[in-house]
């Protein structure tokens, strides 16, 4: 069974990175079968899908976001990354990872979520 | 970008009842819709995919139709566990957008 966990600060100060890793266990990350997802949800409110980065390491962003956030992959540590620039109070929210099941195209398989706040 | 709506924003209902939650799309996304259950401090599940296909391990009182810009979630015989929030997503074309939620209440 796949599991997903996210890491990172639980606090950032405005205008710095805000840097988040989600480790991958219980199925393969290679699969052309599976995309890596961020997805977001700021306290009581909806949800936002941040992007996505393939198994080829090509990252897809929401362009809301694109010119501070980055995607990336390693498949060596088993975990895949977002870094998001110039950090506001807007950004703070739960952070989910999730899992983009291609055959299906849904997300099969969610983190717990970690929440970020950004405050100085 | 695609914009999702749903209706009603919210609904109180009781424990045996059916209810329908109803999810437009501001253009055509085929059949690339999802839905999703959250409940409170937790991560989304999936429920229902490409519309009406139920994911699996997920009871089959709960069933999807539609496509192109409307779709439809009903749930029938509501159990106890069924009060949440529902979530539609489409997957058509970036950014994957989710509606504003349905918040299922008892009444």
């Known amino acids: 069974q796949l599991q997903l966990q996210e890491s990172g600060p639980g606090v950032v100060k405005p205008s710095e990175t805000l840097s988040l890793t989600c480790a991958v266990s219980g199925d393969s990350m290679t699969s052309r079968q599976y995309y890596w997802a961020w997805i977001r949800q700021p306290p009581g409110k909806g949800l936002e899908w941040l992007g996505t980065v393939a198994y080829s390491w090509t990252s897809y962003y929401n362009p809301s976001l694109e010119s501070r956030l980055t995607i990336s992959l390693d498949t060596s540590k088993r975990q895949f990354s977002l870094r998001l620039s110039s950090a506001t109070a807007a950004d703070t929210a739960v952070y989910y990872c999730?899992?983009?099941?291609?055959?299906?195209?849904?997300?099969?398989?969610w983190g717990q979520g970690t929440v970020v706040s950004v405050s100085s | 970008d695609i914009q999702m709506t749903q209706s009603p924003t919210s609904l109180s209902a009781s424990v045996g009842d059916t209810v329908t939650i109803t999810c437009r799309a501001s253009q055509t996304i085929s059949g690339f819709l999802n839905w999703y259950q959250q409940k409170p401090g937790k991560a989304p599940s999936l429920l229902i995919y490409t519309a009406s296909k139920l994911q699996s391990g997920v009871p089959s009182r709960f069933s999807g139709s539609g496509s192109g810009t409307e779709f439809t979630l009903t749930i029938s015989s509501l159990q106890p566990e069924d009060f949440a929030v529902y979530w539609c997503q489409h997957t058509y074309t970036n950014p994957y957008s989710f509606g504003p939620g349905t918040k299922l209440e008892i009444k």
């Open positions: 999730a899992r983009h099941n291609i055959q299906i195209n849904a997300y099969d398989f």
